[in-house]
């Protein structure tokens, strides 16, 4: 059985349904070469040439370039990076590419489960949340904008789903209720450069905010 709908932002497939359960760290922004990364997961990760196996509590996964998950696309040739083993989340990160498509699979230690995500997560310092941002101009993708994610379950709480020409780019988390964020616009025929963010406004609320506002 094959993963589908591989550019979800929450995936339900063959291999299960992630439900996370974490004390996530700010390392998901630090990155090593494939290698590395392997060499530190503690034997989670096996590279062997173009095969990348994971081990899992309950089964080994293995991840073959040139071979999508979701279907035997001859027109899509996957490639699967090893990004790193997480103890703290108890969870493997892959880099997916497929052509110019992207994306991030998310891989529980405790059965092999997988979560999809549009692009990289940038965690909160105390890992409560992370936010995607994922740019319009990327193609193969189902969202353009920006996504809050709780890592309990993992879910989307809270999305801006971008309708007109404006892309956005993640900067840092100022503690954990508010983020920086860069974004491109055009205005009057001229791209424009500005700052913008995202604030907890309220417990599980949050909205965005554009240079200017209160």
């Known amino acids: ?21 974490v004390n996530s760290s700010a390392q998901a922004d630090e990155r090593v070469s494939d290698a590395e990364a392997v ?9 062997n040439s173009d095969s990348l196996v994971l081990v899992t509590d309950s089964k080994r996964l293995e991840f073959q370039n040139g071979h999508c998950l ?15 083993h997480d103890a703290a989340l108890r969870a493997s990160f892959v880099e997916l590419t497929a052509n110019e498509s992207y994306g991030y699979l998310w891989v529980r230690d405790q059965d092999g489960e997988i979560v999809v ?20 101009e990327a193609l193969g993708t189902s969202f353009c904008g920006i996504q809050i994610w709780s890592a309990e379950g993992p879910s989307v709480i809270w999305e801006h789903k971008v309708e007109t ?34 604030i907890e ?14």
Request: proline letters at 5%; hydrophobic letters at 40%; charged letters at 20%.
């Open 1 to 21: 059985m094959l993963c589908r709908g591989l550019k979800v932002a929450y995936l339900t497939c063959a291999l299960g349904v992630a439900s996370l359960s």
């Open 39 to 47: 060499a530190t997961s503690g034997g989670r990760a096996i590279r």
């Open 70 to 84: 979701t279907a035997p696309l001859p027109e899509r040739q996957c490639e699967y990076t090893f990004v790193r």
């Open 117 to 136: 995500l549009e692009d990289k997560p940038h965690f909160s310092p105390d890992g409560r949340h992370f936010a995607v941002v994922v740019s319009c």
């Open 165 to 198: 020409y404006a892309e956005y780019a993640f900067i840092r988390w100022h503690g954990n209720h508010w983020i920086s964020l860069s974004v491109l616009t055009n205005k009057d025929n001229s791209l424009v450069n500005s700052p913008a963010a995202v």
């Open 201 to 214: 406004t309220a417990p599980k609320t949050w909205s965005l905010r554009s240079h200017g506002e209160k």
